[in-house]
């Protein structure tokens, strides 16, 4: 008896359709798309991503306009003069208004932009819930229906470069601003003028008593040297920006001298407004960050490094030298 296998019928590739991830076609605008990719500060990214987060779907907002001057002749397209001056909105009040451009190239160099946008689902013309087994049993109790995004190519970027703040007397007065502000304290003291004697101590479970009823130790504690007492930040910014004015380089022991502070506070301080030099003939110093130099005039100081002597007056390093070296004379000596 000859037993004829029956054939296996497949569906049609056409009806093998994904409902719950629909293809979606990639958008590719024109050829004449063309875009810019700036490397900008951090403080105008923040402040750009804080407006791009702030604002309404569908809004545009105009930040500000470019400025391009034409290459001259024979200059390279690398050479020539782009500024990014940003408009006068409130949103943009934090941060200088003018930025000079360095290119990097001028040429496409396979750099694109893409964008993703949400698309809406479609929406059942019966308004009713399907029938069958729920999502929740079918995925899972965490399952979360898919938000379905379209992918599109924007532009070629044939233009890159890094934008740099123009010091002008905005840039200084925001830098002013800042310098003011960092010198604010975050965090105040209070002082208490009574206390009550009969708290207890934390973890004795016994009263105090008397403040003077407290024993102490019989070993003879070592009072530690030059043990000073923090100042305010304010009243220490404003030290650091006399100690300034005069030289370009401050060590952290000779600022301790100087203004009667401990290291760990003055060390604190200065790295918010000045760089520590590990090489060269100023090592093992602290000078002033370029934007906070240029608010103080640091560069009409004298490029020298504070030195401190035993006596406690201030001396540079090159007049150390000079004294050391008068200290020798030249002795003849008989035949």
């Not at 049993?137 to 703040?165: E, F, I, N, W």
């Not at 301790?256 to 506070?265: C, I, V, Y």
């Amino acid at each position: 008896m000859v037993y004829i296998k029956p054939e296996i019928k497949l569906d049609s590739p056409e009806e093998e359709k994904d409902v719950f991830e629909p293809e979606t076609e990639l958008y590719i605008p024109g050829d004449d798309t063309q875009a810019w990719l700036i490397r900008v500060p951090r403080d105008v990214w923040h402040t750009w991503s804080n407006i791009y987060d702030n604002a309404p779907d569908g809004t545009k907002i105009s930040l500000g306009r470019m400025w391009v001057r034409n290459p001259k002749a024979q200059q390279s397209p690398l050479d020539q003069e782009v500024r990014i001056i940003l408009n006068d909105i409130p949103q943009q009040m934090g941060v200088p208004k003018k930025y000079e451009m360095k290119l990097d190239t001028t040429d496409y160099s396979n750099v694109v932009v893409f964008s993703e946008s949400d698309l809406e689902r479609p929406r059942s013309n019966s308004g009713l819930k399907p029938g069958g087994i729920s999502k929740e049993d079918r995925y899972g109790p965490g399952y979360k229906t898919q938000v379905l995004k379209r992918t599109g190519l924007m532009s070629k970027v044939v233009h890159m470069g890094k934008a740099m703040h123009v010091q002008d007397a905005n840039y200084n007065a925001l830098r002013r601003k800042q310098w003011e502000e960092s010198a604010v304290p975050k965090q105040k003291a209070t002082y208490i003028d009574q206390v009550d004697k009969n708290l207890l101590q934390a973890g004795s479970g016994l009263s105090m008593g008397g403040l003077g009823s407290s024993r102490r130790s019989k070993g003879k504690k070592r009072d530690a040297p030059d043990k000073f007492v923090r100042m305010e930040k304010a009243d220490l910014m404003r030290g650091l920006e006399a100690c300034f004015r005069k030289y370009q380089y401050w060590s952290t022991a000779t600022l301790r001298l100087e203004l009667k502070q401990p290291e760990a506070w003055i060390k604190e301080t200065l790295e918010e407004i000045a760089t520590f030099v590990r090489t060269g003939d100023f090592a093992s110093t602290w000078k002033l960050k370029p934007e906070y130099a240029n608010v103080l005039h640091n560069h009409e100081a004298l490029e020298a490094v504070a030195k401190v002597e035993s006596g406690g007056e201030l001396m540079t390093r090159d007049e150390d030298e000079d004294e050391g070296e008068d200290e020798f004379e030249d002795v003849g000596t008989n035949p």
